[in-house]
């Protein structure tokens, strides 16, 4: 199992114990208020996220070790935990590693697809295509 595995069986985990919705609706907002805020100038358009009904931006850089680092912030509480749960997964990881990993089948264990507007799951498609468009531009550059 791959470490991007690991840390979903973790996030599985803790989705699991907390039983409820509301209850995991709390604790991604929780998330949420852990992610450091971006700067002003990071707002920009070139790090907005299309096709989220609130406003998100993710911000990419690529690491020394060939990794990439993901930073991301969000007008909405929800969304900010959402954006939380996508660090916690790709933040760090080689682009190949990204490419390879099923955003979309994690999205689903972890109960997020059904329990989300569909508004806010085209929003958390909208990032995870985001983060592998730039996992993909970092192979290819």
């Not at 358009?45 to 009904?53: I, M």
């Not at 990204?98 to 799951?121: V, W, Y």
Request: charged share 30%; proline share 3%; with cysteine.
């Amino acid at each position: 199992m791959s470490k991007i595995e690991d840390d979903l069986q973790v996030l599985a985990d803790e989705f699991e114990l907390l039983g409820d919705w509301e209850e995991r609706y709390r604790y991604v907002i929780e998330l949420g208020r852990e992610l450091a805020p971006l700067r002003d100038a990071e707002r920009s358009d070139a790090n907005k996220v299309r096709g989220c009904a609130s406003q998100v931006w993710l911000v990419t850089e690529p690491q020394d070790d060939g990794t990439l680092r993901f930073r991301g912030d969000s007008d909405a509480h929800i969304v900010r935990g959402l954006i939380a749960i996508l660090m916690r997964l790709f933040s760090g990881r080689t682009p190949p590693a990204i490419l390879a990993f099923d955003a979309k089948a994690a999205f689903e264990r972890l109960g997020l697809s059904g329990a989300l507007s569909s508004q806010r799951s085209n929003g958390l498609a909208a990032m995870a295509t985001r983060i592998r468009h730039d996992a993909q531009a970092a192979v290819t550059a």
